[in-house]
């Protein structure tokens, strides 16, 4: 090997591999070799003052340079995979298709390679489509998302059989391009090894619908792709960094989906490292700088919150405490006195529909009341007398300033369009109070508490109606009614607060929509995990001129996995930890999705459950684990009408019944596996 660099590949020369023959074992002569060399810091890394998107100044150095133990997994095969396909895409050109966008590294197999002879590897997410504008390069690998980050390996062969695969570097791709070799090799000689930090998953969650499957299986992959030592954005190109708020919504579906406590515990150290003396956590960590603002910086509060919500690690929002109150006295500093606003907005609802209809500090001011929100309860849960009194008078401030701001005389949102520094396309203009009226406006207003009690009703109306309308987007189009017009950060509250607010049924309705913009159009495009842009391929407009700006493996828009557990099942916390819980099952009202079935490894056992409607029957299956009870609510007509394993539940044994109201019996369950049936 004489070339590995992490984003860029390896060139190795597998003939000089004669030449280190035997180096692991006592009496090699290394006479020859030379000795290490130290590389000063000076000069070869950054050091000294960078100047912060927002204009805050902050000083690197290495003076308290420490090296720690491992925390977590490290990182390491997930799973094997095998090439589904091989297409000769031009004369000596070798496209395989290994099923599925992941990342790891190829391992090829050569039967018979011919010393000095040269393999050239190359990979991508996705083909150019047959349209107009992929010229020449109708069903080539495109390249164009990876931008400097050379997606390559070559290979000099030696004579003989032989294996390569990579060791420095990692890929995220689905298509193996193979040059340099006369035949193409067979598909079971090209397999793909995928490399994680999750190496268990502990969730699964199958359905009637054969599309939503598919987009579960997607928002696992980016999981475990994009869980690589650290939560990157995207596995693939040149960025592949930990940005905050990527994770801030990801977090409540990665708990479910894989064992992330240690994960995401190392991750705080991450940001506590590049926290910057005036509190603010950078956007991206580690590395730090970035131009996410509140709705990105405020992963350093919700993130170890839902870690221990789901892990019951006070532990961590102990370790992490200070940082936590550095964060949000911080987010006091940046509020204009005479417009209330934070000066730390800079990203929105991202890539959302109707992100500029909205604007920034909508969403910037309902996070900060959500941070707050967060910190009187950690400060009471650490036993922080006087700080969770002072959290709750400024949480309490916060949020009669949101209502009195962005509520307008007819109950509608607003959002405050233009004026300051924002990142996008838009020119700056004097801020204006505009109608937003849109469905992230109300989900986020919802799911986070930020509207007064005595408007919720009102505002999920309102939410309902953005679901059931057309909608117009950013630039002008008329979407479709069901349509998912929300962003990074819209997307991971919307379903959450329509199952909340009694409007399950348009939750279903929109997690089972196939019509763009939606989940489920990515699927219908040949998606094999989640896509940054919900248009990222589009029939109508292929790349949509953002070539370079696409990733096809990134998690955000996979939020919704946590609905699928948490609602669609109904297994929730009743408890931080899942020593006590809650199984209430939700079936689709609408009839199209007719069972839904899946799991969560807990720190008890595995938690089961899985609903079925046959006629007007619900058949519900529930594991509770040991040492652990359950809060069953079970719609039936009449406790009456239950029966368990073929029995009335008053004779099955570790069932109690409690009450029967708002069309549901509610029973305590103790551990064991029970079967209910019971009609509509």
């Given amino acids: 090997m004489f070339t590995a660099v992490w984003i860029w590949g390896e060139i190795y020369d597998a003939t000089k591999e004669g030449e280190i023959e035997g180096w692991t074992r006592v009496g090699f002569d290394d006479s020859a070799w030379k ?41 390491g095969a997930f799973e094997i995979l095998n090439a589904q396909s091989m297409e000769e895409v031009r004369e000596g050109v070798y496209v395989y298709n290994m099923g599925q966008n992941f990342v790891g590294v190829p391992k090829i197999s050569i039967a018979k390679g011919s010393a000095g002879d040269t393999m050239v590897l190359r990979v991508a997410e996705i ?96 999981n475990v792709d994009n869980f690589l030592s650290i939560p990157t954005d995207c596995p693939q190109r040149n960025e592949r960094m930990g940005w905050s708020g990527d994770i801030s919504v990801f977090s409540r579906t990665a708990t479910y989906v894989s064992n992330s406590s240690q994960f995401l515990r190392r991750h705080m150290i991450a940001m506590r490292d590049v926290q910057k003396a005036n509190g603010k956590f950078t956007d991206v960590a580690p590395v730090g700088g970035g131009f996410g603002g509140v709705l990105w910086g405020s992963a350093g509060v919700t993130v170890p919150w839902e870690a221990y919500q789901q892990y019951n690690d006070l532990e961590l929002l102990e370790e992490h405490y200070e940082a936590m109150v550095s964060y949000v006295d911080y987010l006091e500093t940046t509020i204009n006195k005479e417009t209330g606003i934070t000066s730390d907005g800079q990203l929105g609802d991202w890539l959302g529909p109707q992100n500029r209809i909205l604007g920034t500090p909508f969403l910037t001011t309902a996070y900060h009341v959500y941070d707050l929100w967060i910190m009187k309860n950690v400060a009471e849960l650490l036993d922080k007398k006087e700080d969770a009194t002072r959290f709750t008078q400024m949480y309490n401030r916060r949020k009669a300033f949101f209502n009195d701001t962005f509520i307008d005389e007819a109950g509608l949102t607003v ?23 849109t469905q992230t406006s109300y989900a986020v207003g919802l799911a986070l508490g930020a509207f007064n009690e005595e408007s919720v009703a009102q505002m999920a109306r309102h939410l309902a109606e953005t679901v059931k309308r057309k909608n117009k987007d950013d630039d002008g189009e008329i979407r479709p009614e069901y349509s998912l017009m929300t962003g990074f950060i819209g997307t991971a509250w919307i379903s959450k607060a329509l199952s909340d607010n009694g409007y399950s049924d348009l939750a279903y309705r929109l997690l089972q929509s196939d019509q763009y913009p939606s989940w489920l159009y990515a699927i219908d495009q040949g998606a094999t995990s989640i896509w940054e842009r919900l248009n990222g391929y589009t029939v109508e407009n292929g790349f949509g001129g953002n070539n370079s700006m696409n990733s096809f493996n990134h998690y955000s828009f996979g939020a919704i996995g946590q609905w699928m557990l948490a609602y669609s099942l109904r297994i929730q916390r009743d408890e931080p930890g899942f020593k ?29 459950s899985r609903w079925e409607i046959t006629g007007d029957q619900l058949l519900y299956e529930a594991i509770v684990p040991a040492n652990t009870r359950a809060t069953l609510y079970l719609p039936a007509g009449s406790p009456d009408e239950v029966r368990e394993n073929g029995q009335a539940v008053t004779e099955a044994e570790g069932i109690e019944f409690v009450k029967f109201e708002d069309g549901k019996a509610v029973y305590e369950l103790q551990s064991g596996k029970y079967k209910f049936e019971t009609s509509q």
Wanted: with cysteine; charged share 20%; net charge negative.
């Fill in 35 to 75: 000795n290490a060399s130290v590389v000063p810091l000076e000069g070869t890394s950054f050091s000294g003052s960078e100047r912060g998107f927002d204009g805050s100044v902050t000083e690197f150095n290495y003076d308290d340079l420490q090296l720690v133990g491992q925390i977590g997994n490290n990182a």
């Fill in 127 to 222: 083909l150019y489509p047959d349209k107009e504008e992929s010229g020449k390069n109708v069903g080539m690998i495109m390249t164009e998302n990876y931008r400097a980050a050379l997606c390559q390996d070559m290979y000099i062969m030696k004579e003989g059989s032989q294996v390569f695969q990579p060791k420095f570097t990692s890929r995220g791709y689905q298509y193996l391009e193979i040059t340099g070799i006369d035949d193409p090799l067979p598909l079971e000689a090209v397999q793909g090894i995928a490399i994680s930090s999750v190496l268990n998953l502990t969730a699964d969650y199958k359905t009637s619908n054969q599309k939503v499957n598919q987009l579960w299986s997607n928002l696992v992959w980016s």
């Fill in 415 to 437: 959002g405050l369009i233009g004026g300051g520094r924002s990142f996008g396309p838009m020119p700056a203009t004097p801020a204006e109070f505009k109608l937003a009226d």
């Fill in 580 to 608: 006590e819980f809650i199984l209430q099952p939700e079936p689709d009202p609408s009839g199209e999705m007719l069972w839904a079935e899946g799991y969560y490894d807990s720190m008890y056992g595995r938690i089961y």
